[in-house]
Nanobody, 111 residues
Framework: QVQLVESGGGLVQAGGSLRLSCAAS????????VGWYRQAPGKERELVAT???????NYADSVKGRLTISRDNAKKTVYLQMNSLKPEDTAAYYC?????WGQGTQVTVSS
């Protein structure tokens, strides 16, 4: 069973940047599509971005042009570069591979 560990969250002012990381415990990670999701208090978990094994990316409309997903298979890690952050980006961010979820990392954007 693969394990996923997110890191990189924190508190940032509006307009700032963060880079989230999702590190996998097994190299089989490189063959899977990986997704970043987020869940704000009182809201359902929503898909933010995905990246396939071959590097094809897809984004939610709300983050296009501001967030960039990428992967480094040698490091078994997927990244989410977050620029021009807005208060509405505040949420717990999770990565998912197959049916496995990470534990999440909190992002808080102050106005």
């Amino acid at each position: 069973q693969v394990q996923l560990v997110e890191s990189g969250g924190g508190l940032v002012q509006a307009g700032g940047s963060l880079r989230l990381s999702c590190a996998a415990s097994r190299s089989i990670f490189s063959t899977y599509t990986v997704g970043w999701y987020r869940q704000a208090p009182g809201k359902e978990r929503e898909l933010v971005a995905t990246i396939t094994a071959s590097g094809i990316t897809n984004y939610a409309d709300s983050v296009k042009g501001r967030l960039t997903i990428s992967r480094d298979n040698a490091k078994k890690t997927v990244y989410l570069q977050m620029n021009s952050l807005k208060p509405e980006d505040t949420a717990a961010y999770y990565c998912k591979m197959g049916t496995t979820w990470g534990q999440g990392t909190q992002v808080t954007v102050s106005s």
